[in-house]
């Protein structure tokens, strides 16, 4: 198993930007496609963002595109998410997760293994 620690969220005003880290315990970070996803109150959980195992391809939510950014550095055993020109829809609480089951980059929950204890993102309009 991995453990999964996010870090960065906080209150940011609409247009600002914010990056998210997420630090992974053990030592087969490299093995894991990673991924972001959020929840917002009242919604159902969404995918945001995902990364190869080497970095090298990432994969985006179209409400995303453009404006957010993963990225990893395995040295470090850390996976980010560059958040800019934010808006008050992006309000959630983001997940950091990882694959071990699969290498192909996921939009689904489901395909997910281990998970964060999440971090709040607060956009103010």
């Known amino acids: 198993q991995v453990q999964l620690v996010e870090s960065g969220g906080g209150l940011v005003q609409a247009g600002g930007s914010l990056r998210l880290s997420c630090a992974a315990s053990g030592r087969t970070f490299s093995s894991y496609v990673m991924g972001w996803f959020r929840q917002a109150p009242g919604k159902e959980r969404e995918f945001v963002a995902a990364?190869?195992?080497?970095?090298?391809?990432?994969y985006y939510a179209d409400s995303v595109k453009g404006r957010f950014t993963i990225s990893r550095d395995n040295a470090k055993n850390t996976v980010f998410l560059q958040m800019n020109s934010l808006k008050p829809e992006d309000t959630a609480v983001y997940y950091c997760?990882?694959?071990?089951?699969?290498?192909?980059?996921?939009?689904?929950?489901?395909?997910?293994?281990?998970w964060g204890q999440g971090t709040q993102v607060t956009v103010s309009s």
């Open positions: 997760a990882a694959r071990g089951g699969g290498i192909t980059l996921s939009s689904s929950s489901s395909a997910y293994d281990y």
């Open positions: 990364i190869s195992r080497s970095g090298v391809t990432t």
